[in-house]
């Protein structure tokens, strides 16, 4: 078993790109919601995907920051209208 600091973990985030932080905010998506099949798509808003509704964004938000070792502030995502916004948000953190 391999442990690793939060700051080991930050360095191993730095090379991440948009493509592969869409990739894994669709994994957490499709686990939380429990969908079959989900595509992100570009300007996609909550609204958009079935079964997000206000407890579940606190899952997802939860989520995602413990996949990318990232902490929000509220008013981070109180101005997040898409998921792509989401997204930029994980890369500039990361």
Known sequence: MVFYSPTTLKILYINMDRKEIRRR???????????????????????????????????????????FNIRFKLRELSKLETLDALIDLIFQKC
Do not use: R, Y
């Open 25 to 67: 905010v669709q994994g957490i998506l499709i686990n939380v919601l429990e969908l079959d099949k989900f595509e992100l798509k570009e300007d996609m808003a909550a609204s958009d995907v079935p079964g997000w509704d206000s407890l579940n964004h606190m899952v997802i938000i939860t989520k995602v920051e413990k996949e």
